[in-house]
């Protein structure tokens, strides 16, 4: 569709070539033609009309309804044929497109989850996951999600996260302790319970009390204990021999005795066996003599 501006000059150079023939004609016919496409002036420069889009020809086509696609550019004779969006794809706008978008994914690996499911005519909408909150958004839909901050031993949480601010933590104040990062606590007042603080509480930990008795026997223990180490230490040196050369000589004589009185042993084994020995040879001799006896007896 060329614009007027094209069909103007086109016609204009028609019109010079009967000029020299007829210039009153030229004249006339000129402000006329003119008059007539100034009344349906098209800029050359001019977009299609706000429900169309232009085509790779130049030509403005009637757009396709939300939800749909083009399938094939109008022409002279027909009109725009458009096609349903399928799979997981959408356009959400009048348009001219041959392809449809494709749906978001809410990755749970970045935190997200589906809000609202894709449709034909809009995209997916996601959300942070319980425990995470948006970092980045794009037409309402998160893209992008982050964990909450967890507040350390000693802290407690100022404002609880949510899906668009993470936690906020803060350190306790003097005094107080928090051992799971969430709230502080005063320490205890060892006093109001008749009692004496042993150790002395930290931002983590609370104060440690015991009773005045108890505290009383726990100062005995050390005292008992070094008194014991020491006499052990007196005892040892006590019994340990004040002269190591004497000692050592006693030492080898007991060694000799030992020597003598296992020589000694083996003597008296020896004897005792040779003894042995003989009772045995004699008790043989007492029975074979017997024998003969007997023997001589039974003859006549």
Known sequence: MKCAGETFISSFIKMKHYKDTFNCSF????????????????????????AEYETGDEECCPMCAPGNRVYRDCT????????????????????????????????????????TACT?????????????????????????????????PGEFIQHMGSEKSDTVCE???????????????RWTDCSVRDEVQQREGSAVEDVQCVSKASRHRYSIIP???????????????????KNPEKSHK?????????????????????TVSSSAHTESSVVRLNFFRKGNRETRSAQP
Do not use: W
């Not at 309402?140 to 999600?145: D, E, K, T, W």
């Not at 005292?223 to 021999?241: G, M, Q, R, V, Y």
């Open 250 to 270: 006693n030492h080898r004589e007991v060694n000799r005795g030992d020597k003598r009185d296992c020589g000694l042993s083996e003597a008296v084994q020896e």
């Open 120 to 152: 034909r005519t809009s995209d997916t909408v996601c959300e942070p996951l319980p425990g995470f909150y948006c970092t980045e958004q794009h037409r309402g839909s998160c893209i992008q999600a982050k964990k909450h901050t967890k507040c350390r």
């Open 171 to 185: 350190a306790c104040s003097s005094g107080f302790y928090s051992p799971l990062g969430i709230n502080c606590t």
């Open 27 to 50: 004249i006339i016919i000129f402000l006329f033609s003119f008059t007539l496409f100034s009344l349906n002036f098209k800029p050359c420069s001019s977009a299609c009309a706000r």
């Open 223 to 241: 005292a008992a204990a070094s008194a014991l180490i020491l006499l052990l230490l007196l005892i040892i040196l006590f019994i340990k021999p």
């Open 76 to 115: 002279e004779y027909t009109s725009t044929t458009c096609v349903p969006c399928m799979g997981a794809t959408f356009l959400d706008a009048p348009n001219g497109l041959k392809e449809c978008f494709i749906c978001m994914i809410c990755d749970p690996g970045v935190g997200l989850r589906v809000r």
